[in-house]
């Protein structure tokens, strides 16, 4: 008798610090939105300086009649696009280390993917921590999203327009793949702590408004536009060996801005070849 009651009182101790520890851990690491009077507006552009390299491509090596409509007999990879004035598309621009600030205000869209012609649209992801990853395909072909990094899901997609879910609860990146044989497919999330992250587009341009007073660490992240080799691989529906491209090295550029309250600051990033 006495031995179960301390049995139990022991499973309690545990417990109550079991929860004392996950609330002092999520307390160390958690974000903290609050009402910011003064705050001041960070915004810049990331533009490419110098030639321009050529956008990669691979072949087409299964499902041409969904994968390759217009019969091209590659795909684009989208690894670098450059617009008109030079911004660097798919650049995730954010502030480093920021531990209280506004209420997440992030776009919408970055978080509902679509697997459209055997590519993942946006190719780009940005999902704030703790909120819904939304996925689907509209392609009459099994793909599989395989996810690694901060998120570590495997996910079949053998129907339609029929959605999945998943909760995203670890701040960080996740490189994303289809398993199914589309070796090209890929797709890059970040998984946000806090509301001052930006994907660019064509523009190069990134806004980030009610920031509070004081100095940041601004960093800008490209998943890079190089190949590095390819790799062996298997197919997991028709069991074949299949040659997935591999990528050089994400590329990060890192600068210090200071905030004042009501103040504007402007922070631009030129990146090139080199
Ligand atoms: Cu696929």
């Known amino acids: 008798m006495t031995k179960t009651q301390s049995g139990g009182a022991k499973l309690l101790f545990f417990f109550t610090f079991l ?8 307390a160390q690491s958690g974000y903290k939105a609050i009402t910011v009077s003064n705050g001041g507006t ?5 533009k490419w300086s110098g030639p321009i390299p050529r956008g990669l ?3 087409v090596t299964k499902d041409p009649q969904i994968c390759d409509p217009e019969s ?11 617009g008109p004035q030079d911004g660097v598309a798919n650049t995730i621009v954010y502030l480093k280390d920021v531990s209280s600030g506004k209420a997440f205000d992030l776009p919408e869209q970055r978080r509902h993917l679509n697997q459209l012609h055997c590519r993942y649209v946006p190719h780009i992801l940005l999902v704030p921590e703790n909120a819904v990853l939304q996925m689907e395909s509209s392609d009459a072909t099994l793909h ?8 570590t899901f495997n996910l079949p997609f053998p129907f339609t327009h029929q959605i999945t879910a998943r909760t995203m609860s670890t ?7 289809c398993n199914g044989g589309h070796v090209w497919m890929s797709a890059e999330m970040m998984v946000a702590p806090h509301p001052y992250y930006a994907v660019t587009d064509e523009s190069g341009r990134f806004d980030f408004t009610d920031v509070p007073a004081g100095t ?6 490209h998943e890079g536009w190089g190949f590095a ?3 062996e691989v298997y197919d997991v529906l028709s069991q074949r060996k299949v040659d997935r491209p591999v990528f050089t090295q994400p590329k990060m550029w890192e600068k210090s801005v200071t905030v004042t309250g009501g103040g504007m600051s402007t922070v631009n990033f030129v990146i090139s070849a080199k």
Not at 72 to 82: A, E, F, N, P, Y
Not at 216 to 221: F, K, L, N, P
């Open 57 to 59: 491509q691979f072949p």
């Open 19 to 26: 929860v004392a520890a996950t609330a002092l851990l999520s």
């Open 216 to 221: 940041y660490q601004i960093v800008a992240w």
């Open 171 to 177: 701040p960080g990146l996740v490189h994303l793949q």
């Open 42 to 46: 960070i915004s810049g552009t990331v």
């Open 229 to 231: 080799g390819k790799q």
């Open 72 to 82: 091209k007999k590659t795909v684009d990879l989208d690894r670098l696009i450059v």
């Open 144 to 151: 599989t999203i395989h996810m690694e990094g901060a998120a």
